[in-house]
């Protein structure tokens, strides 16, 4: 591959990425983007209201899919699968081996070495330690997984003893839990798109990724962030045409937090405070025009902390979406 050529990456990791988004239904989970839950503040008030008709709440990591069974017997495949995604990026960055073939602690050793680095990685270390950790530590359980038959795999997740390279294991085996094994599929994919520009690294992958680490730290040794599941919120604030817009954004995650309390039959109500939102804002403007209908600014989650108390008319028009959208859409009433 051409070091850095992003077409090549995804060529590269295509049946991989393709397989890990299929299992985890990452491509139906908010993984890029599509909203959880949308919540409306109408004229004069200071509370949220959700849309009406929106789901109560989005199954993460859900078995009624047939990737649910696919999971349990096929844990030692996913692991395998990510793990080569995360090795065709350290080959895609450090390129061509000087001989053959590369051997794994060379490669290791020049990605770590690497001045070369895409600028997502340079300019996020925390993310690169821990792929990098995450990377070598790895090594010795999928060589166990493809070459041997010492491992375990059920409901559980699956039981691994090193067999090569045991690294920092011996020979003692090493379990790899269900939320574990996601997290190495989330990792794999959400690098991998990011790097070959498929998606954008935007404020709620980091998040996504945040969380998954953590979830990994038994295997990087790294610090955990303390991040909790991420859920992506539309906050949609209806007013009146003024010169500014005054809303608080510390409020806003408060009110949507304090709300995140999902019934989910048959079983008991989800307290969803315990995960962690990200929202990007709407703002709809009473139109001039038509009687009834909105100019809607949308400001992304990447911008809001330029506008923690609110924005002046003139800010806005760099946000302009849409024009003469109706209110009850808008609001959800229709």
């Avoid at 295997?219 to 962030?225: Q, V």
């Amino acid at each position: 591959m051409s070091p850095l050529d992003p077409a090549k990456l995804r060529e590269a990791v295509a049946y991989e990425t393709y397989l890990l988004l299929n299992v985890y239904r990452l491509l139906q989970e908010p993984l890029q983007g599509q909203y959880e839950r949308v919540w409306i503040y109408p004229r004069g008030s200071d509370s949220p209201v959700p849309l009406p008709g929106r789901p109560d709440h989005h199954v993460i990591d859900g078995v009624s899919h047939w990737s649910g069974g696919f999971r349990v017997a096929g844990g030692p495949l996913i692991v395998v699968t990510a793990f080569k995604v995360l090795d065709m990026i350290v080959e895609w960055i450090i390129g061509p081996p000087k001989s053959n073939q590369w051997q794994f602690n060379d490669k290791a050793k020049t990605f770590e070495a690497s001045v070369t680095l895409p600028a997502l990685l340079k300019q996020n270390p925390w993310l690169t330690q821990r792929f990098s950790r995450l990377y070598r530590e790895l090594y010795p359980l999928r060589n166990t997984l493809i070459h041997t038959d010492r491992f375990r795999a059920g409901p559980g997740g699956v039981a691994v003893a090193p067999s090569l390279g045991r690294g920092a294991y011996g020979d003692s085996q090493v379990p790899i839990q269900p939320a574990q094994i996601a997290a190495i599929a989330s990792v794999a994919t959400i690098l991998a798109r990011c790097l070959d520009g498929s998606w954008a690294f935007n404020a709620y992958l980091v998040a996504q990724l945040k969380w998954r680490l953590d979830q990994l730290a038994s295997f990087h040794r790294e610090e955990t962030f303390g991040a909790k599941q991420p859920q992506l919120s539309l906050v949609r604030i209806l007013r009146d045409d003024q010169p500014s817009v005054d809303f608080d954004v510390a409020q806003i995650l408060n009110d949507v937090n304090q709300r995140w309390l999902v019934p989910t039959p048959p079983g008991p109500a989800v307290d969803m405070r315990r995960f962690g939102t990200v929202f990007d804002i709407e703002i709809g403007i009473t139109n001039e025009g038509p009687e009834n209908t909105l100019n809607v600014y949308r400001i992304p989650m990447t911008e809001i902390s330029r506008f923690p108390i609110g924005i002046t008319k003139n800010e806005l028009q760099p946000f302009l979406s849409e024009t003469a959208v109706e209110v009850r859409t808008f609001t959800g009433s229709a």
